[in-house]
């Protein structure tokens, strides 16, 4: 399977969810992205779908976003 | 591993989260329960801490609030 990749920016609700999807899916199935702090990927995650973070990328495409923590927006500054 | 539950209400946004959901993490570790159908189930959804559907409560209790569907309000109408 290919790997989903779980985009967030280290806020304590991203940290909990980051926890469970790791819990749930497996380390090795979820690339974890600190997109405030490599903002190199902002732009993939946007392009993507991602609107808010924490926010998990699947191997098909659609974009989960999990419960609230901060929006595209917000991490832009 | 003890099972997660998905708890939806049959919205087009619920079901494309199912389905990710069930890919990501397998059927078999996940139940799925209707709460718009299976209305029994809404104040043990209350109770676990779901606030709006769909959301998938982890084995260890937490709610992971995906995207935003229909609040528990509104399933309850």
Same mark, same amino acid.
């Given at each position: 399977m290919e790997k989903s990749i779980f985009y967030h920016a280290g806020c304590p609700v991203c940290l909990s969810a980051e926890h469970d999807i790791v819990n749930l899916?497996? #380390?090795?199935?979820v690339e974890l992205v600190h997109i405030g702090k490599d903002r190199s990927r902002i732009l993939e995650a946007e392009k993507a779908?991602?609107? #808010?973070?924490?926010a998990l990328l699947t191997p098909n495409g659609n974009v989960l976003h999990i419960?609230?923590?901060?929006?595209i927006a917000d991490v832009k500054g």
């Open positions: 899916i497996g #380390s090795d199935n779908g991602v609107q #808010s973070v924490p419960n609230f923590g901060a929006s």
